[in-house]
């Protein structure tokens, strides 16, 4: 008797300790991933400092560190005046290499199309020198993205700048693209445009590489004509009207170069009729292309010499008569198989994925293709793995949230795979209970970034500790190696950039 008293006063004690436990728990967990308290620092270096700090810039995409079997290079963004450049530095300027005498008026003014000369907006490219010092080789105005060939031996800048007046009569609209074949020594515009033509905005180009000087870039877009000479291919349904939208893939075999478009039939898209007996009953679907065909998104990986894979995205996003927002997305992915026929590429017939969303894909330097995949219905992102013989996606697991294990929806703002891991910078946002917020009706939300690492392939996460989202500052595929800043320029003086080896 005695026994069996002391066993429940024992266990309300424990109990009373569970229930002011619980909160306090949950108060840390939340606390921990608003401030981003926590998170390892493997096998810590230093990579190199900056001359000044604006050089080490961050923005949410273009800027950061390349690493290629040639070089390291770091591009910066700054916004103001180009006074904080040291007066004994000496870079190329990007923009003086549109100033020729068919564009710059009696004055000698600037080019009458330079939207870009007028931005306030500096990119600095830097290489990082022997003494672990980076380097400034060239400064342009606007927003400038690096891209190089698998090798390195080539070096491209795809700017926001328009092209020159003179130009205007070729048909061209991209904005300006140079190259560099001696490390950035010297660049040339490239008046032909670079690889997609049809995408106005080189530095929202989407590339993926090859082998040594192999490079591909697809994308979508509003009024584009499929390829006449790509036929539907057998089997296909629901093929999408011609007059709305169309997925321009081209190749290089030259690093960028010159390059040929991939016809892609018109079977790869499907219309909103793919969809719409699987959605909710009395939904409706809008008006326009976007309504006909959804929104489009297409990644294309080669596999090996004679093999490529093209996905095509569509999410159909659908809300109800008696409100203003959507209320869902169904989704589908078209699959095929490309093939090098007679130096050419071919577009094999399209396989569907339902309920599938191929948001982004990797192909890291041992061959390995990873994806992030995304379904209907709220569920986080997966990350998965190629099966290359059957060309099936094995999910391995989700992407972590700042907020982990406590529910919460989650925003990728970078990812990256190794030799051996993958790096994934998040957003996460987690719904606070009501009684955190009792004045509030529905409760309210918490926003935290976080930046995680995997050594199994996406199954289990390890945190880093890395400041902000725009902390991190690249990716050394081929040795697992993340780099980082304390905070942007305006929020810490460090000029360094270290790195974190994760193997």
């Known amino acids: 008797m005695f026994r069996s008293r002391f066993s429940n006063k024992t266990l309300r004690r424990v109990g009373l300790v569970i229930l002011l436990a619980a909160p306090a728990w949950y108060m840390g967990k939340i606390t921990m991933a608003k401030f981003e308290i926590g998170g390892a620092s493997p096998n810590q270096r230093t990579l190199g400092a900056a001359a000044f700090v604006e050089q080490r810039g961050m923005e949410q995409m273009c800027t950061g560190v390349t690493v290629t079997p040639q070089s390291t ?136 590489g090859f082998g040594a000087q192999e490079l591909w870039s697809v994308g979508s877009g509003d009024g584009l004509a499929f390829d006449a000479e790509a036929p539907a291919a057998a089997g296909a349904d629901n093929p999408a009207p011609d007059a709305g939208r169309a997925v321009a893939l081209f190749y290089s075999s030259d690093g960028g170069k010159t390059a040929q478009r991939v016809p892609v039939p018109q079977s790869m898209l499907v219309n909103v009729d793919h969809v719409r007996g699987k959605a909710p009953p009395g939904v409706e679907w809008g008006s326009g292309a976007e309504a006909v065909e959804g929104e489009v998104h297409a990644q294309v990986v080669q596999l090996d010499a004679q093999r490529a894979v093209l996905w095509v995205s569509q999410r159909f996003r659908y809300s109800r008569p008696d409100s203003a927002y959507y209320a869902g997305a169904m989704l589908v992915t078209s699959r095929a198989e490309l093939r090098r026929v007679d130096g050419h590429w071919q577009v094999g017939a399209p396989q569907r994925l339902e309920d599938t969303w191929v948001d982004t894909v990797y192909r890291n330097p041992a061959g390995r293709v990873i994806g992030l995949i995304d379904h209907a219905g709220g569920a986080r992102t997966q990350v998965a793995l190629l099966d290359t013989a059957t060309l099936a996606w094995n999910e391995q697991g989700s992407l972590p949230t700042p907020f982990d294990p406590l529910s919460a929806s989650v925003y990728t703002r970078g990812f990256w795979a190794g030799q051996e891991t993958l790096v994934a910078n998040v957003s996460g946002t987690h719904h606070v209970p009501k009684w955190i917020y009792p004045w509030s009706v529905d409760g309210a939300q918490i926003s935290g970034d976080a930046v995680f690492y995997s050594r199994d392939w996406g199954r289990s996460w390890h945190r880093l500790a890395i400041p902000g989202y725009l902390g991190v500052a690249g990716f050394d595929a081929a040795r697992d190696e993340v780099f980082w800043s304390k905070g942007n320029w305006y929020e810490s003086s460090d000029k360094r950039v270290y790195g974190y080896g994760l193997r």
């Open 73 to 208: 290079w770091l591009i910066g963004s700054y916004e103001g005046s180009r006074d904080v450049v040291p007066g004994d530095t000496h870079p190329v300027s990007i923009d003086a290499l549109l100033h020729d005498k068919a564009t710059t008026d009696a004055n000698g003014d600037e080019p009458t199309g330079s939207r870009s000369m007028r931005e306030r907006t500096t990119s600095f490219l830097s290489r990082l020198n022997a003494q672990g010092q980076f380097e400034l080789v060239a400064t342009v105005s606007g927003t400038t993205c690096l891209q190089t060939t698998p090798d390195g031996r080539t070096l491209y800048l795809l700017t926001s700048q328009d092209r020159p007046a003179s130009a205007s009569g070729d048909g061209i609209q991209q904005t300006a693209v140079f190259r560099s074949d001696d490390q950035g020594k010297t660049w040339t515009w490239q008046r032909a445009g670079f690889l997609d033509t049809t995408n106005v905005s080189a530095w929202a180009l989407k590339l993926s």
